[in-house]
Nanobody, 122 residues
Framework: QVHVVESGGGLVQAGGSLRLSCAASGRPFSRYAMGWFRQAPGKEREFVAA????????YYADSVKGRFTISRDNGKNTVYLQMNSLKPEDTAVYYCAAGRTPGTSETEYEYWGQGTQVTVSS
């Protein structure tokens, strides 16, 4: 069992930045791929970014490529999502998830956090 808790959400103006954190506990964090997903009001949850357990592979949704960066610190059992040049369409609840492979599908992740709200004002 892996328990993950997101933090760092908030309200920011368009063009601003936020860094989300996801702290994990339980089974060895370093053995899990970590992903970020988001769900905007009235929409389905969608993939944002993922990073393999070794950090050697990273994946991004086209909509965030070049603006968001996923990183992890296995020593601190934490994964981060640095979000720059934020847009109003980035407004959503952001979820952290742990899984065996750094996939883009929700079904590839076993453990999920409760989410943190990110609101980008225009």
């Amino acid at each position: 069992q892996v328990h993950v808790v997101e933090s760092g959400g908030g309200l920011v103006q368009a063009g601003g930045s936020l860094r989300l954190s996801c702290a994990a506990s339980g089974r060895p964090f370093s053995r899990y791929a970590m992903g970020w997903f988001r769900q905007a009001p009235g929409k389905e949850r969608e993939f944002v970014a993922a990073r393999s357990w070794s950090g050697g592979s990273t994946y991004y949704a086209d909509s965030v490529k070049g603006r968001f960066t996923i990183s992890r610190d296995n020593g601190k059992n934490t994964v981060y999502l640095q979000m720059n040049s934020l847009k109003p369409e980035d407004t959503a609840v952001y979820y952290c998830a742990a899984g065996r492979t750094p996939g883009t599908s929700e079904t590839e992740y076993e453990y999920w956090g409760q989410g943190t709200q990110v609101t980008v004002s225009s």
